[in-house]
């Protein structure tokens, strides 16, 4: 059986803090995190509980932030992504400003032994869908470092576009995290 068919996708609840606190420092831990994750599993890991509590209540609700968990029968979480809503005139995580409303997506891992499953499609047409219905964004942007190529596949594979927007590596200048964009679909547009 597909996973995709087994794997619910939805938003956390505040209450499930541990097993977002859990997630984390797994993909944390993850061969690739030195490159997807702009924190170590040593930062995190020292957090308090004060700390995660706040990051799940923040990403529960509301239109500001959404974390999706991909959740199977058993109530295991095998991935997770979270989109962030800029404005306009904000500031972005590498300290850039923002020029259009628009979701920024974060926070994205799949535990390895679902990776090839369907559950990555599955998390980002959750995640995409809610911030063109949701917040009402006029485009989903992402940041992949250029060594991530299998990350930056399944980006392309979506329909992500690089921008032509790099930003240094936080801790290695000489590499670049590379700005993707999805634009929303002409027929959404219309309809919204």
Same mark, same amino acid.
């Given at each position: 059986? =597909?996973?995709?068919?087994?794997?619910?996708?939805?938003?956390?609840?505040?209450?499930?803090?541990?097993?977002?606190?859990?997630?984390?420092?797994?993909?944390?831990?993850?061969?690739?995190?030195p490159i997807a994750f702009l924190e170590t599993y040593e930062q995190a890991a020292t957090e308090p509980d004060s700390f995660w509590q706040e990051r799940a209540k923040g990403a529960a609700g509301g239109t500001r932030a959404r974390q999706f968990v991909a959740e199977g029968q058993d109530g295991a979480w095998s991935g997770t992504?979270?989109?962030?809503?800029?404005?306009?005139?904000?500031?972005?995580?590498?300290?850039?400003?923002?020029?259009?409303?628009?979701?920024?997506?974060?926070?994205?891992?799949?535990?390895?032994?679902?990776?090839?499953?369907?559950?990555?499609?599955?998390?980002?047409?959750?995640?995409?869908?809610?911030?063109?219905?949701?917040?009402?964004?006029?485009?989903?942007?992402?940041?992949?470092?250029?060594? =991530?190529?299998?990350?930056?596949?399944?980006?392309?594979?979506?329909?992500?576009?690089?921008?032509?927007?790099?930003?240094?590596?936080?801790?290695?200048?000489?590499?670049?995290?590379?700005?993707?964009?999805?634009?929303?679909?002409?027929?959404?547009?219309?309809?919204?």
């Amino acid at each position: 059986m =597909n996973q995709v068919l087994r794997d619910a996708v939805r938003p956390i609840r505040a209450d499930e803090w541990p097993k977002a606190k859990e997630l984390r420092l797994l993909a944390l831990k993850d061969p690739a995190a030195p490159i997807a994750f702009l924190e170590t599993y040593e930062q995190a890991a020292t957090e308090p509980d004060s700390f995660w509590q706040e990051r799940a209540k923040g990403a529960a609700g509301g239109t500001r932030a959404r974390q999706f968990v991909a959740e199977g029968q058993d109530g295991a979480w095998s991935g997770t992504v979270t989109v962030l809503i800029e404005d306009a005139g904000s500031g972005d995580v590498f300290g850039g400003a923002v020029q259009q409303r628009q979701a920024h997506i974060v926070g994205v891992f799949v535990r390895p032994e679902h990776r090839g499953s369907g559950v990555i499609d599955a998390l980002f047409e959750t995640a995409v869908g809610w911030a063109w219905s949701v917040a009402e964004v006029a485009r989903v942007r992402l940041y992949v470092h250029e060594d =991530n190529t299998r990350a930056e596949s399944f980006y392309q594979r979506y329909g992500f576009v690089r921008s032509g927007e790099t930003v240094p590596m936080k801790g290695d200048p000489s590499k670049a995290e590379r700005e993707m964009v999805l634009d929303k679909p002409k027929v959404l547009s219309d309809i919204s």
